[in-house]
Nanobody
Framework: QVQVQESGGGSVQPGDSLRLSCAAS????????MRWYRQAPGEQRNQVAA???????TYATSVQGRFTISTDIAKNAVFLQMNSLKPEDTAVYYC?????????????????WGQGTQVTVSS
């Protein structure tokens, strides 16, 4: 299967920046989509940003203009640059990667999630 690992969370003050990283590992054949979600306490998990193969990135309205998603396909990695952070950005951020991987030399689909990384924005 394919494993996904996030890093880069932390505690910052309003207006600060953070960069989240996520790397997928395994016998990956191709990646179809890479997405960032977040979940605040007591709330549902919501998509923050996404980038699909051959398409432009998309962003939630709440982060448009402040967050930037980027990828390094050669490293099966996706990043989330978060600028001008606000207290309402506080949440656990999850990385999702979807695509196909090789098993017994045949491609199979995968949809993998990371374990999440905490981002806390507070003065």
């Amino acid at each position: 299967q394919v494993q996904v690992q996030e890093s880069g969370g932390g505690s910052v003050q309003p207006g600060d920046s953070l960069r989240l990283s996520c790397a997928a590992s395994g016998n990956i054949a191709n990646i179809r989509a890479m997405r960032w979600y977040r979940q605040a306490p007591g709330e549902q998990r919501n998509q923050v940003a996404a980038i699909l193969t051959g398409a432009n990135p998309t962003y939630a309205t709440s982060v448009q203009g402040r967050f930037t998603i980027s990828t390094d396909i050669a490293k099966n990695a996706v990043f989330l640059q978060m600028n001008s952070l606000k207290p309402e950005d506080t949440a656990v951020y999850y990385c999702y990667v979807g695509g196909s991987y090789y098993r017994n030399n045949f491609p199979y689909p995968f949809n993998s999630w990371g374990q999440g990384t905490q981002v806390t924005v507070s003065s």
